[in-house]
């Protein structure tokens, strides 16, 4: 069963989230970093949910992950992929939904790669991931 | 300090209604605590704790004390979705063991079928505030794709199949035969269970528990008191609790906060899963029960497929009896919040009021688990260890 595009939900930006947004209209995927404890984290907040410091930054992505686990949401008007992609090189895995993909294909340890959708009215485009 | 002995559950009830179109909210939540009571052999003006959660209509203990006209010197609105009821006796027995009340009544109603909520299938929206709804909501987690996820996770690493899931489904069907209330009474088998329609993968419609209205209440009083009525004693003997999340995005779909809250409850009770004659399970889905089964002690983890299959579930079949009311899967959800009916059906099992059919023979030990929120997102745990004695 191949996906069909589906309009996602507009993202509503807060002021510690905005950088984020923002870096997406440019089409930069960015995830937070510690100075402290060197550890990336997701969603990005300004105190690290690891070790409590507060020097925390963005760094872009490679946008390269695999499939962590998967489910396809089949008894709704268009099914979707929702899934939790591990990202390249952390150990830090993110909501999300694969996209342009034939749903009985996909599978755990799956590679992926970074592809930006839609969101409702004139929201952000949203990190989404699609097989690599 | 521990609550082992401090505090006893000496009245329970079940509202019969499973659609309450002609009810409102908080006039089931009166109903609830009036049956409590009533059960209890005490009045509302005996009650001077009150604890309820985010189902409660507007200001929660607020409007509801004002709404039944309760007296009261001690008040809890500890809010964990599904599982705020059971942390809720745990935090009534606290309040007792301290002298800050000794007669604590606990509530939980809804209406999601009279009010036509899409309960597993669209996504909530817990609002703009809510740190994590840019970051999740657009994807469109609804409460079956989370756990979907968990399952397919748990098939992953630890080979479990649909058949083992379904096994589940088909010991709560086979205690509902005997509940005239429950919603689903069909026994079915594990054929029925994996061709019926697949909602979100792996889950199919019978892995889901039923969307129901209705309700429950409990009294939790101090020692004196339950002694001093004319009822079973049902203590309370330990209990945890724990939130279990995304951990800053080190996510792992494979074990639930019943890892943390199961061993400080036996912990607290000086039990051992071993113990337990009867156990009430958070079963908004077969996944959820497969998973606390493991995370709880009763089998090794990963194991909880083997452990569950073969009727082990079923009273007067397996090794560990489970809701024996039919549970979340067949008999109700009130709410979409589990929890409090798992503890009323362990209170059951206690007193041996439970269905002639499904009632556990000599049932002096029981645990009840409850999950609130979403396994795949963030949830609370609940664990309370009960004794009649």
């Known amino acids: 069963m191949m996906s069909e595009k589906r309009l996602m939900a507009a993202p509503i930006a807060d002021p510690e989230t905005q950088e984020f947004w923002d870096a997406t209209r440019d089409g930069k995927f960015l995830v937070r970093y510690c100075n402290a404890c060197s550890a990336p984290h997701h969603y990005p907040r300004t105190i690290c949910p690891h070790c409590g410091s507060d020097d925390t930054y963005f760094k872009e992505a490679s946008g390269n992950g695999e499939i962590y686990s998967f489910s396809v949401m089949r008894r709704v008007p268009i099914p979707y992929a929702i899934a939790y992609v591990t990202l390249e090189g952390t150990d830090i895995s993110m909501m999300t939904n694969i996209v342009d993909c034939d749903f009985d294909s996909l599978s755990i340890g799956q590679k992926v790669k970074l592809v930006f959708s839609e969101s409702e009215g004139d929201g952000p485009p949203l990190p989404t991931f699609t097989p690599a | ?389």
Request: aromatic share 6%.
């Open chain 2, 1 to 389: 300090m521990s609550i082992n002995g401090k505090a006893y559950i000496a009245g329970a009830f079940e509202h019969p209604t499973r659609k309450a179109i002609d009810k409102s909210l908080a006039q089931l939540h009166a109903e609830c605590a009036k049956g409590a009571l009533e059960d209890a052999g005490l009045t509302k003006d005996d009650v001077d704790g009150y604890f309820c959660a985010g189902d409660a209509p507007g200001l929660g203990p607020l409007s509801l004390a004002d709404y039944m006209g309760l007296k009261l010197r001690h008040m809890d609105s500890t809010e964990t979705g599904g599982s705020s009821y059971l942390i809720h006796v745990a935090h009534a027995a606290e309040a007792i063991a301290l002298g800050k009340c000794k007669v604590a009544l606990i509530t939980l109603c809804g209406r999601p079928r009279a009010e036509g909520m899409a309960t597993g299938t669209a996504p909530r929206n817990y609002g703009a505030g809510t740190p994590d709804a840019a970051f999740e909501f657009p994807y469109a987690p609804t409460i079956v794709n989370m756990y979907g996820m968990c399952a397919k996770r748990h098939m992953h690493e630890f080979g479990t199949t649909s058949e083992q899931l379904a096994w589940i489904k088909v010991a709560a069907s086979h205690h509902a035969q005997h509940n005239p209330k429950a919603m689903l009474r069909d026994v079915v088998t594990v054929e029925d269970v994996v061709n019926s329609p697949m909602i979100s993968d792996p889950l199919h419609r019978l892995d889901c528990c039923v969307i129901s209205d209705g309700g429950g209440a409990l009294v939790v009083v101090a020692p004196e008191i339950a002694r001093s009525l004319n009822r079973p004693l049902v203590k309370v003997k330990g209990a945890g609790e724990a939130p279990k999340h995304q951990m800053g995005g080190r996510v792992d779909l494979t074990y639930s906060g019943a890892a943390w809250s199961g061993p400080t409850a036996f912990e607290e009770a000086g039990v051992k899963p071993a113990d337990i004659k009867y156990a009430s399970i958070y079963d908004s889905f077969t996944i959820t029960v497969l998973m606390q089964l493991e995370d709880l002690g009763f089998c090794a983890k990963g194991d909880g497929g083997k452990f569950v299959s073969d009727g082990n579930l079923i009273s007067g079949v397996g090794k560990l009896p489970f809701n024996t009311d039919g549970g979340g899967l067949c008999n109700n959800h009130p709410a979409n919040r589990g929890g409090m009916t798992k503890v009323i059906e362990a209170v059951r099992q206690l007193r041996g009021e439970a269905h002639p059919a499904v009632q556990v023979p000599n049932c002096d030990l029981a645990l009840a688990h409850g999950t609130g929120g979403s396994l795949g997102t963030r949830h609370g745990s609940g664990t309370l260890i009960l004794e009649r004695e």
